[in-house]
């Protein structure tokens, strides 16, 4: 049975794989006498395959030849016969899928035609699968493009005495630099004109979709960089820091952002032009002749003027609202003034026992969740809602998606958020103000710690997340919410250390309790907590760390432990920096209808 099964599962791979059985089909009884109800044409060769929607047949054919002319002029392969690949792996070469969309909009449109590898989702046997540690690439955290952003307000001056810059620059077909360090064949496209049955490619040059490519593509910037007299970061392998020329550099991929005076801008134009085949985003400074804005991330970096002082201003990109707004029905909906409202445990335990989703709606709820997720890294406002609503993703229920829709009405009514960072000095001590709230979840008795991390008045890191450990005690949860405080503050540390910024921590709580637990040694009589949360103590002692007590009134982090009147909630977001809208700024991307 065994064996009649993996043939007729072969067969009807073959069969889908040569069209004449459909996915659909793949999972009823089979192919039946019929024509399909659509045929493959223009419009399916135009069709946006990661925003959806139509494409301009002709841009697209023209983006698929600039990416083919890349591979031709990189040699990215070579032709070689189809039996050298089934001799040396025993299988197919890996199939090839093209990736178009528009990463523009309609009134500026940018399609993009990236042909990809599917190795990732290629079956593969225990022997075939690669060491995580060759896999891994490093990614800076948000905090980092953040702190950039504040440096830049803050100093304004390098150590030379020169206008602080923030460039941008965009590295074009990245992973086509890298070498492979193993053989990869690839089924070649149709563009190429070639029998596929005889031949195939032999990757020269690492390839989207392969297991290793981003690995390989780090590898080779970071010796570019270093070859120039960069410094990699210990603590994040994608941050690097130039002592004599007084700049940093971040990388997200194929992107790169750095702080510094026009020689450093210059100097490191000058390296990375030599290496690769790049575009000059722009660059952002105070200076007549400098650019005012900059997108990085799909986030809108700004230079402003508030209160007749220079400012840096930031803005998450607008379209994850709309498109919030719309999936949830909300166009013509009202506003409210909360993203979520606090529940008594009646509440909560009823809202526990509603019917689950229809099946249909869960994925769109998960999809929602996750956008709103991706929005909430730029918005401290949503950040509380978004982590009730992240918890029930594995079986939501008809209560949750009312919380849901809750949430989107807060955003119809206050849709488009700007973080400012006004003019200060340079601060001595990096900041991180934490609370937590002791069991507020009413059906697994969990706490929630919130935290925001500050550079001088500028928060460059917030959160809300759900404690591990159920605590037994006010003071408890308090010190477990410190203990994160306490490990995320150290790392920020260390981030600013690999930019030759020496920064002490201060980490400030309302918690009494949690301070005094935390400045002795020993578990006291609090012997039920776990020792590997401990370590607090110890760097307490060795003063690698300040604790020290902040009113409650004054803890902005409140607002990330629970659901927050309206007015508390705009009190502490306004201290944080924050400005709303009901418009969109010029220069944020509109929504591909």
């Not at 005076?261 to 000059?280: I, S």
């Not at 991706?374 to 609503?389: E, M, N, P």
């Not at 998606?401 to 809750?406: C, I, M, S």
């Not at 629970?562 to 508390?568: A, D, E, H, I, M």
Request: net charge positive; aromatic share 6%.
């Amino acid at each position: 049975p065994k064996l009649v099964s993996a043939v007729l599962k072969g067969l009807k791979r073959q069969m889908m794989e040569n069209g004449h059985l459909s996915t659909l089909e793949s999972h009823s009884s089979g192919p039946v006498p019929e024509e399909p109800l659509m045929e493959h044409g223009e419009w399916f060769y135009s069709w946006d395959v990661v925003n959806g929607g139509y494409l301009d047949p002709k841009g697209v054919e023209e983006a698929r030849k600039l990416e083919l002319d890349y591979i031709h002029r990189l040699g990215v392969w070579k032709k070689v016969p189809m039996e050298q690949c089934l001799k040396e792996t025993g299988k197919k070469p890996i199939p090839l899928r093209w990736i178009d969309t528009n990463k523009g909009d309609h009134d500026k449109p940018n399609l993009r035609s990236r042909l990809v590898v599917r190795d990732i989702k290629a079956r593969k046997g225990p022997d075939e699968q690669l060491d995580p540690a060759v896999l891994f690439s490093a990614m800076p955290p948000i905090e980092g493009m953040r702190l950039l952003a504040s440096l830049l307000v803050t100093r304004k001056k390098s150590k030379h005495g020169k206008a602080l810059k923030l460039g941008s620059w965009d590295i074009s077909r990245a992973h086509f630099y890298g070498t492979p360090k193993r053989n990869i064949f690839v089924q070649l496209p149709e563009e190429e004109g070639v029998d596929t049955t005889q031949e195939c490619g032999l990757l020269c040059k690492s390839m989207y979709g392969t297991q290793d490519a981003p690995a390989i593509w780090q590898d080779h910037y970071s010796s570019v960089l270093k070859d120039a007299g960069w410094k990699r970061g210990k603590s994040n392998g994608a941050v690097f820091y130039h002592p004599e020329l007084d700049a940093n550099i971040l990388v997200h991929g194929d992107d790169f952002l750095c702080l510094g005076d026009e020689d450093a801008q210059q100097k490191l134009d000058e390296v990375l032009r030599k290496a690769y085949e790049l575009k000059k985003l722009g660059t952002l400074g105070f200076e007549e002749k400098d650019d005012k804005e900059l997108s990085f991330l799909n986030r809108m970096i700004r230079v402003d003027q508030s209160s007749g002082a220079d400012c840096v201003v930031l803005e998450p990109d607008g379209r994850h609202v709309d498109l919030l707004v719309k999936e949830l029905g909300l166009g013509t909906g009202k506003g409210v003034d909360t993203p979520d409202v606090k529940k008594s445990v009646d509440v909560q335990l009823l809202e526990s026992r509603s019917p689950p989703l229809p099946a249909e709606q869960v994925k769109q709820y998960r999809s929602l969740v996750m956008r709103a997720a991706y929005l909430g890294q730029d918005r401290a406002d949503i950040g509380h809602a978004v982590k009730t609503l992240s918890r029930k993703m594995v079986q939501p229920l008809e209560a949750d998606w009312q919380n849901l829709k809750r949430l989107g009405r807060y955003l119809k009514k206050h849709p488009y958020a700007r973080l400012v960072f006004g003019p200060q000095k340079e601060p001595g001590k990096l900041k991180v103000q934490v609370d937590s709230d002791h069991a507020g979840d009413a059906v697994t008795r969990r706490s929630t710690t919130g935290m925001v991390v500050y550079h001088g008045r500028h928060p460059i890191k917030h959160s809300s997340s759900v404690q591990s450990t159920v605590a037994l005690s006010t003071g408890e949860s308090e010190f477990y919410a410190l203990v994160k405080a306490g490990s995320t503050g150290l790392g920020i540390q260390s981030l600013m250390a690999d930019w030759g910024i020496q920064s002490p921590l201060l980490v400030e709580t309302d918690s009494s309790a949690a301070k005094g637990q935390s400045s002795r040694i020993g578990l006291g009589k609090s012997r039920h907590v776990q020792t590997r949360y401990m370590w607090i103590q110890e760097r307490v002692n060795a003063k690698h760390m300040l604790i020290h007590k902040v009113p409650g009134e004054k803890n902005t982090s409140d607002i990330l432990t629970k659901s927050t009147p309206g007015p508390t909630l705009r009190k502490h977001l306004k201290t944080m920096g924050y400005e709303f809208s009901e418009s969109k700024s010029s220069g944020q991307k509109g929504l591909l209808t």
